[in-house]
Nanobody, 121 residues
Framework: QVQLVESGGGLVQAGGSLRLSCAAS????????LRWYRQAPGNQRELVAS???????NYADSVKGRFTISRDNAKNTVYLQMNSLKPEDTGVYYC???????????????WGQGAQVTVSS
């Protein structure tokens, strides 16, 4: 079994910064893609950023130039550095990972429990 635990959420004023972390633990053979999603009240969950094992990165247009996704493979951890935060960035942020467990031939997706980010105006 694999667990993803997020940390680093909180309350920040507009223009401020936060860094989210998501650490994977358990029976991990390898992790390919890692992603951050967010969900604002009343909205669908949306993809914010992703990073592959290459690594290559992709971002939603709304966060390009402000957010940076990175990974530390030795720690099985993915980060989301969020700068110049706006009130519309408010939501619950979830990490998502494609993990191949030890002794498994295939990967499956795992989700973290979510971290609240609130940006005040």
């Amino acid at each position: 079994q694999v667990q993803l635990v997020e940390s680093g959420g909180g309350l920040v004023q507009a223009g401020g910064s936060l860094r989210l972390s998501c650490a994977a633990s358990g029976s991990i053979g390898s992790i390919s893609a890692l992603r951050w999603y967010r969900q604002a009240p009343g909205n669908q969950r949306e993809l914010v950023a992703s990073i592959t094992s290459a690594p290559t990165t992709n971002y939603a247009d709304s966060v390009k130039g402000r957010f940076t996704i990175s990974r530390d493979n030795a720690k099985n951890t993915v980060y989301l550095q969020m700068n110049s935060l706006k009130p519309e960035d408010t939501g619950v942020y979830y990490c998502n990972a494609d993990v191949r467990e030890v002794r498994s031939r295939w990967s499956q997706a795992y989700w973290g429990q979510g971290a609240q980010v609130t940006v005040s105006s």
